[in-house]
T-cell receptor
Framework: GENVEQHPSTLSVQEGDSAVIKCTYSDSASNYFPWYKQELGKGPQLIIDIRSNVGEKKDQRIAVTLNKTAKHFSLHITETQPEDSAVYFCAASERRDKIIFGKGTRLHILP | KAGVTQTPRYLIKTRGQQVTLSCSPISGHRSVSWYQQTPGQGLQFLFEYFSETQRNKGNFPGRFSGRQFSNSRSEMNVSTLELGDSALYLC???????????FGPGTRLTVT
């Protein structure tokens, strides 16, 4: 069945450094790849997404890259700040109404 | 515009009981999806409703059911609760197929 693998499960980076989270997916029909940020006590918040016809998308300090051939996609956060500390989820979907999530990455920004 | 609201936020139930959770989507959104979040399994898709019809369903037993009303509000029901049903239940709304999903804060269900 559909599966999304996410690595690492925990990531600690110094404030100001970059963070990279990687995901792979199994369903070649997937064409929509959102990333969510979840803070304590809150639901996941969509931070960026990419469609399969695009290789890279950037929004200020956040960027996502997609390699459809290898079925890999990654989240890059530059110039990390304390408020970036949260759990990040990658996801893949053929239809935006049924999304398969990775297990999440807990990102710690160290002072 | 108000976000997705879920009630109640916290719930404690006993094994064997049943529970109903409620979700009010963003105004104008017609699609509501439900997810179960646990530390071990992560976020798992339960089902999705659009215009009062269930369009998609995940791999959960029949004890998990839902419905959607004409005003797009949705309810999820779990019957004969098991300890393993303890989880954060999240609902997400979207304007429809092809649009982004927006999540509510979730209902934390504890089964004792």
């Amino acid at each position: 069945g559909e599966n999304v693998e996410q690595h690492p499960s925990t990531l600690s980076v110094q404030e100001g450094d970059s963070a990279v989270i990687k995901c792979t997916y199994s369903d070649s029909a997937s064409n929509y790849f959102p990333w969510y940020k979840q803070e304590l006590g809150k639901g996941p918040q969509l931070i960026i997404d990419i469609r399969s016809n695009v290789g890279e998308k950037k929004d200020q300090r956040i960027a996502v890259t997609l390699n459809k051939t290898a079925k890999h996609f990654s989240l890059h956060i530059t110039e990390t700040q304390p408020e970036d500390s949260a759990v990040y989820f990658c996801a893949a979907s053929e239809r935006r109404d049924k999304i398969i999530f990775g297990k999440g990455t807990r990102l710690h920004i160290l002072p | 515009k108000a976000g997705v609201t879920q009630t109640p936020r916290y719930l404690i139930k006993t094994r064997g009981q049943q529970v109903t959770l409620s979700c009010s989507p963003i105004s104008g959104h017609r699609s509501v999806s439900w997810y179960q979040q646990t530390p071990g399994q992560g976020l798992q898709f339960l089902f999705e409703y659009f215009s009062e019809t269930q369009r998609n369903k995940g791999n959960f037993p029949g004890r998990f059911s839902g419905r959607q009303f004409s005003n797009s509000r949705s309810e999820m029901n779990v019957s004969t609760l098991e300890l393993g049903d303890s989880a954060l239940y999240l609902c997400a709304s979207s304007a429809g197929t092809g649009f982004e999903q927006y999540f509510g804060p979730g209902t934390r269900l504890t089964v004792t």
